[in-house]
C-alpha cells in the first residue's frame, strides 16, 4: 500500500522568505510524485511531477521539489514566497504498478504568506 | 496544457433530488476519467474510476448505485448523486490524464438543504 504524509497541517512564511512544504511517501515499488495547489472553492493545479530522472525537479511559478529516495522524502520549495502563494498544498505519490487515478493524496498543508 | 471541464460550479439542492454533474476533457480524449470526494480541510478520495463504454469501477465503500457514473463518450463522464442526503454535501472533482499526469476539473461544491 502507498501512502503519504504532510507533517505540518500549515505553514506561515513572511513574503519574500523561502517557502518549504515537507512530504514523505511510502511506496512498494517505484514511486510518481507530484505537487498540487489548490484555491479556495477550485480543483487542482498542478505544480510538478517526478517521474525518473534528475532529482530536482523546476515546476510552475517558480516551484521546486527534490526527490531523496534515502529519506523518502519529496519537499516543495520556493526560494521567495508571494502573497498570493497562499493556498493549499497537496503531496500526491502513485506507485508505477497502480493506474493513474489511485494517486494517494496527503492531507495537505495550508501555506499562508503574509505581506 | 490539456483542459478537464466541470460544470456545475455549484449546486444546491432539496433533499431527495438528484443532481448531475459533467466533466468534459475539452482538447483531448479520455477513456478513463476520475472522481473524487472531498470534504473541507481534508484531501481527495477516490471515488470511482469511470471507464468509456463500460461500468465503472467503484472504491470500496462506495455506493454505486448513489452515484451513478455515466461516460458515453471520449470527452464527458457524469456523476449523478441520486435521492441526495444532507451527508452527501461536499466537494466533487473529477480528473483525467493525457499524458503522465492527472489534470482536474475546477470542483462542483454540492449542498443538499
Known amino acids: 500500500a502507498q501512502s503519504v504524509a504532510q507533517p505540518e497541517d500549515q505553514v506561515n512564511v513572511a513574503e519574500g522568505n523561502p517557502l518549504t512544504v515537507k512530504c514523505t511517501y511510502s511506496?512498494?515499488?517505484?514511486?510518481?510524485l507530484f505537487w498540487y495547489v489548490q484555491y479556495p472553492n477550485r480543483g487542482l493545479q498542478f505544480l510538478l511531477k517526478?517521474?525518473?530522472?534528475?532529482?530536482l525537479v523546476k515546476g510552475s511559478y517558480g516551484f521546486e521539489a527534490e526527490f531523496n529516495k534515502s529519506q523518502t522524502s519529496f519537499h516543495l520549495k520556493k526560494p521567495s514566497a508571494l502573497v498570493s502563494d497562499s493556498a493549499l498544498y497537496f503531496c500526491?505519490?502513485?506507485?508505477?504498478?497502480?493506474?493513474?487515478?489511485?494517486?494517494?493524496f496527503g492531507a495537505g498543508t495550508q501555506v499562508v504568506v503574509t505581506p | 496544457g490539456a483542459v478537464v471541464s466541470q460544470h456545475p460550479s455549484w449546486v444546491i439542492c432539496k433533499s431527495g433530488t438528484s443532481v448531475k454533474i459533467e466533466c468534459r476533457s475539452l482538447?483531448?480524449?479520455?477513456?478513463?476519467m476520475f472522481w473524487y470526494r472531498q470534504f473541507p480541510k481534508q484531501s481527495l478520495m477516490l471515488m470511482a474510476t469511470?471507464?468509456?463504454?463500460?461500468?465503472?469501477?467503484?472504491e470500496q465503500g462506495v455506493e454505486k448505485d448513489k452515484f451513478l457514473i455515466n461516460h458515453a463518450s471520449l470527452t464527458l463522464s457524469t456523476l449523478t448523486v441520486t435521492s441526495a442526503h444532507p451527508e452527501d454535501s461536499s466537494f466533487y472533482i473529477c480528473?483525467?490524464?493525457?499524458?503522465?499526469?492527472?489534470?482536474f476539473g475546477s470542483g462542483t461544491q454540492l449542498s443538499v438543504l
Open positions: 511506496v512498494s515499488g517505484n514511486p510518481y
Open positions: 500526491a505519490v502513485r506507485d508505477t504498478t497502480d493506474s493513474w487515478g489511485k494517486l494517494q
Open positions: 482538447d483531448f480524449q479520455a477513456t478513463t
Open positions: 469511470s471507464n468509456e463504454g463500460s461500468k465503472a469501477t467503484y
Open positions: 480528473s483525467a490524464h493525457p499524458a503522465e499526469k492527472l489534470f
Open positions: 517526478y517521474i525518473t530522472g534528475d532529482n
